[in-house]
């Protein structure tokens, strides 16, 4: 069954700090790979996506993820966060064969003090 | 342009009663998910409608049932309620521009407390 693990529950980081957020899936097949986000008080926004292509991609908000297919890994990154950023991320995987379905990782809160 | 909506946005009931959840889709989406998120977890698939037809269902019982209207709306249904379905219910829609590339964009959710 297809599965997505987000190392991190929880980071905390001060602002202009480099971020990385780990995601990794399980599936044998060909994947569509999402970040969604989440700001306090609002709902899950689109951040980047992954369809093929150049495996580093750009969303967002200065974020960008790169997909490295060897290691099952979608890991998201921004250079120098902000207070702003301050939100849950949600690393999610459609099966390309499948038109829905998105499984969605358990989610990262990212706290960035001022 | 609006973006996808759901009502209402709170509802309590309690346990054995049955509720109802709507959602409109963006414009000119088609194709409209569903989706269920407790607290601390990330969102669980429940259904996926197209053109009025299912086309996918998640790990849920029977007693989680949806459908699709001809202006695309969609509405979740649940009877028998129990405490462990008080969650967000998100909708999700989706134009699919095709099978690979088909993105969901999320409404603000309803917020269902079972007491």
């Known amino acids: 069954a297809q599965s997505v693990s987000q190392h991190n529950h929880h980071v905390i980081l001060s602002e202009a700090a480099s971020l990385e957020l780990g995601c990794n899936y399980s599936y044998g097949g060909t994947v569509n790979l999402f970040w969604y986000v989440q700001y306090p008080g609002q709902h899950l926004q689109l951040l980047l996506k992954y369809f093929s292509g150049d495996p580093l991609v750009k969303g967002i908000k200065g974020f960008e993820a790169e997909f490295i297919k060897s290691k099952f890994s979608f890991n998201l990154r921004k250079p120098s966060v902000q207070w702003s950023d301050t939100a849950e991320y949600f690393c999610?995987?459609?099966?390309?064969?499948?038109?829905?379905?998105?499984?969605f990782g358990q989610g990262t809160t990212l706290q960035v003090k001022p | 342009d609006a973006g996808v909506t759901q009502s209402p946005t709170h509802l309590i009931k309690t346990r054995g009663q049955h509720v109802t959840l709507r959602c409109s889709p963006i414009s000119g989406h088609k194709s409209v998910s569903w989706y269920q998120q407790v607290l601390g977890q990330g969102p669980q698939f429940i259904f996926q409608?197209?053109?009025?037809?299912?086309?996918g269902r998640g790990n849920f019982p029977d007693r989680f049932s949806a459908r699709q209207f001809p202006n695309y709306s969609s509405e979740l249904n649940v009877n028998a309620l129990l405490l462990g379905d008080s969650a967000l219910y998100l909708c999700?829609?989706?134009?699919?521009?095709?099978?690979?590339?088909?993105?969901?964009?999320f409404g603000p959710g309803t917020r269902l407390t079972v007491l």
């Open positions: 999700a829609s989706s134009i699919p521009s095709g099978a690979s590339t088909d993105t969901q964009y």
């Open positions: 409608y197209y053109e009025k037809e299912e086309r």
């Open positions: 999610a995987v459609k099966a390309s064969s499948n038109t829905g379905k998105l499984i």
